[in-house]
């Protein structure tokens, strides 16, 4: 089961920033936050992935609250091209299968003219 | 940028055929693996791979076997075809990540097989 909790669905006006909340309360230590998206009929896009530390990247970025409980990924200017599903996914990165990810249900964001 | 490709988009396989899915990644990446998406059940491990000829069972082995003879390329091989195999399947590649650094896994496009 996925470790993760977000809303099923957002909207965000075309050129406004797009907040999507992650709950995941029950991450351990040596967990990384990712973020990916997936827009219809396509592959999962990466966008970012973060410990402890806020990140940033050409694509967006990732805010971790202190305790590491939830996280929010903030597109700055949202187009329509970001219509998509965005997933969170909390994972260890090495070991045994060095990648199972568990995508959630994810929330879907409707960018808006 | 890292390039997963795979090499059909979309195929139409008759039941009991051998398919086989086929998957390069330029970046020299130790980790492949193998995806199925399917509708209300997200993305589901198949197998995966960290080393040429090395291969692991992901959750949904089944009815699937998988071939790595060069780094860069990953197949997915269905032996016998069947109705509950239609579903898109995604390839994916990694590097080899440390205790202390997140790696990050990218997909391919993805496939779309329809058994019919």
């Known amino acids: 089961d996925a470790k993760t909790t977000q809303p099923p669905s957002m909207d965000c006006a075309e050129g406004r920033a797009a907040n999507l909340p992650c709950n995941h309360s029950t991450i351990s230590g040596n967990e990384y936050v990712y973020w990916y998206r997936q827009i219809h009929s396509q592959g999962p896009q990466y966008i970012i992935h973060g410990l402890k530390n806020n990140e940033t990247n050409e694509m967006a970025s990732l805010i971790i609250t202190e305790d590491r409980k939830s996280s929010t990924l903030i597109l700055p200017h949202a187009t329509l091209r970001d219509t998509a599903v965005y997933y969170c996914i909390v994972r260890v990165t090495y070991g045994g299968s060095q990648g199972n990810l568990i995508f959630g249900k994810g929330t879907k964001l409707s960018v808006k003219p | 940028d890292v390039k997963v490709t795979q090499s059909s988009r979309y195929l139409v396989k008759r039941t009991g055929e051998k398919v086989f899915l086929e998957c390069v990644q330029d970046?020299?990446?130790?980790?492949m693996f193998w995806y199925r998406q399917d509708p209300g059940l997200g993305l589901r491990l198949i197998y995966f791979s960290y080393d040429v000829k090395m291969k692991e069972k992901g959750d949904i082995p089944e009815g699937y076997s998988v071939s790595r003879e060069k780094k860069e390329r990953f197949s997915l091989i269905l032996e016998s075809a069947s109705t509950n195999q239609t579903s898109m399947y995604l390839c994916?590649?990694?590097?080899?990540?440390?205790?202390?650094?997140?790696?990050?896994?990218?997909f391919g496009e993805g496939s779309w097989l329809t058994v019919v």
């Open positions: 994916a590649s990694s590097s080899w990540a440390g205790e202390y650094s997140g790696n990050t896994i990218y």
């Open positions: 970046m020299d990446h130790e980790n």
